[in-house]
């Protein structure tokens, strides 16, 4: 089982990224798919997800900027990015999701993620 995402890159300020997380031995319509980002020098943490049944949810950082999608016939999930800024700038995963006291946690299978990198 792989989740390998891709589609990272060197944006300016006020730019739009599309990321792509392309599965293999899973069915992702089967699963929670989430999206985590770790900055530079920091922890992981949250940024959206998608649940089998199409409902999403976004951390507060990206609300109303970042749209995850999904497309079932491919088996991949997508990360429509706009408004980027340089707080963005992080090396990005998808992952499955499992939940924890009502909060979004890494599952069991992610794969290598992308670097975004926000900058002028």
């Known amino acids: 089982v792989q989740l390998q995402a891709s589609g990272g890159g060197l944006v300016q300020p006020g730019g739009s990224l599309r990321l792509s997380c392309a599965a293999s031995g899973l069915t992702v319509a089967a699963y929670v798919i989430g999206w985590f980002r770790q900055p530079p020098g920091k922890g992981s943490e949250e940024v959206t997800y998608?649940?089998?049944?199409?409902?999403?949810y976004y951390a507060d950082s990206v609300k109303g900027r970042f749209t995850i999608s999904r497309d079932d016939a491919k088996n991949m999930v997508y990360l429509q990015m706009n408004g980027l800024q340089p707080e963005d700038t992080a090396v990005y995963y998808c992952?499955?999701?499992?939940?924890?006291?009502?909060?979004?946690?890494?599952?069991?299978?992610w794969g290598k993620g992308t670097l975004v990198t926000v900058s002028s």
């Open positions: 998608i649940s089998g049944s199409g409902r999403t």
């Open positions: 992952a499955t999701v499992r939940f924890e006291r009502g909060r979004m946690n890494w599952g069991n299978y």
